[in-house]
């Protein structure tokens, strides 16, 4: 299969939509849409387990979409760029509509 430059220049944007695909990390993002959450308040507001939570904010941290700052024994998460926040807002309330 040929693959043209055009195509070849939105593999990487494709990665990061396919990142934000998993139901888990959408709720994340928009959880940290509303400003920095420490993982605890992620795992009680998405009534994850806390093992899920971590295992998603490491593929979001992995991906640079998402910034962790320790403070003591206790880490905060935070969007590195609002515009990943718009994005699934975005994609959200597109759903929502009705056909």
Do not use: F, N, W
């Amino acid at each position: 299969m040929v693959v043209s430059v055009l195509t070849k220049t939105y593999e990487g944007r494709a990665s990061c939509l396919k990142l934000l695909s998993a139901p888990a990390r959408l709720a994340i993002v928009g959880e940290l849409a509303d400003g920095p959450r420490l993982v605890h308040e992620l795992v009680d507001r998405l009534e994850m387990s806390q093992p899920l939570v971590s295992q998603h904010l490491r593929i979001l941290r992995d991906a640079r979409l998402v910034s962790v700052e320790r403070r003591g024994r206790q880490a905060v998460y935070a969007l590195v760029d609002l515009h990943v926040a718009h994005i699934v807002t975005d994609a959200v309330h597109h759903s929502e509509e009705q056909p």
